[in-house]
T-cell receptor
Framework: GQNIDQPTEMTATEGAIVQINCTYQ??????LFWYQQHAGEAPTFLSY????GLEEKGRFSSFLSRSKGYSYLLLKELQMKDSASYLC???????????FGGGTRLMVKP | DVKVTQSSRYLVKRTGEKVFLECVQD?????MFWYRQDPGLGLRLIYF???????EKGDIPEGYSVSREKKERFSLILESASTNQTSMYLC?????????????FGNGTRLTVT
């Protein structure tokens, strides 16, 4: 299966910027998803990148480099409510299922 | 908004019991999935289905089976529950194609097997 790596935990300060990295094996289907999951809740879709480059959605941006098998999620102007786990996910080689990384637990401190 | 509903939020079962976890989605999605989520291991795919009566094994199908008799309903079955199946189970659905369609998750069922 796919190997998807992301840091286990990160801590950042309210109002700051944080970058959460994700590396994955390249495959025939090169898109990558980011999901947010608050404690005790279901994951919710944040972004999908299929082309190289940065896509911005308000305070959240996601970057993809297909040749490097690398993505990051950038969170600006951090708020306490951004404390959550952030999961990256990529399709397998057959494109018929998503494999998730272990998730990065982000703690935002005042 | 897509709604994915799982029948139970919390469930406690005994070892050896047959357990049914039910999931219903209301947006006519072709694809449905069952994941389990464990600390340190992330989300792992158990089974998925891309059409009625069709099913495919995910990464960890052992000890589980599934049923999809209607498009909106996808059931996960633990034939004989064991303590190592204590976990959070998440159902999800998506449109086609799987590789670029966001997953919509239910709120999860926390299953404890004693």
């Amino acid at each position: 299966g796919q190997n998807i790596d992301q840091p286990t935990e990160m801590t950042a300060t309210e109002g700051a910027i944080v970058q959460i990295n994700c590396t994955y094996q390249t495959s025939g289907f090169n898109g990558l998803f980011w999901y947010q999951q608050h404690a005790g809740e279901a994951p919710t879709f944040l972004s999908y990148n299929v082309l190289d480059g940065l896509e911005e959605k308000g305070r959240f941006s996601s970057f993809l480099s297909r040749s490097k098998g690398y993505s990051y999620l950038l969170l600006k102007e951090l708020q306490m409510k951004d404390s959550a786990s952030y999961l990256c996910a990529a399709p397998n080689n057959a494109g018929n299922m998503l494999t998730f990384g272990g998730g990065t637990r982000l703690m935002v401190k005042p | 908004d897509v709604k994915v509903t799982q029948s139970s939020r919390y469930l406690v079962k005994r070892t050896g019991e047959k357990v049914f976890l039910e999931c219903v989605q209301d947006m006519d999605h072709e694809n449905m999935f069952w994941y389990r989520q464990d600390p340190g291991l992330g989300l792992r795919l158990i089974y998925f289905s891309y059409d009625v009566k069709m099913k495919e094994k995910g990464d960890i199908p052992e000890g589980y089976s599934v049923s999809r008799e209607k498009k909106e309903r996808f059931s996960l079955i633990l034939e004989s529950a064991s303590t190592n199946q204590t976990s959070m189970y998440l159902c999800a659905s998506s449109l086609d194609p799987i590789y670029n369609s966001p997953l919509h998750f239910g709120n999860g069922t926390r299953l404890t097997v004693t």
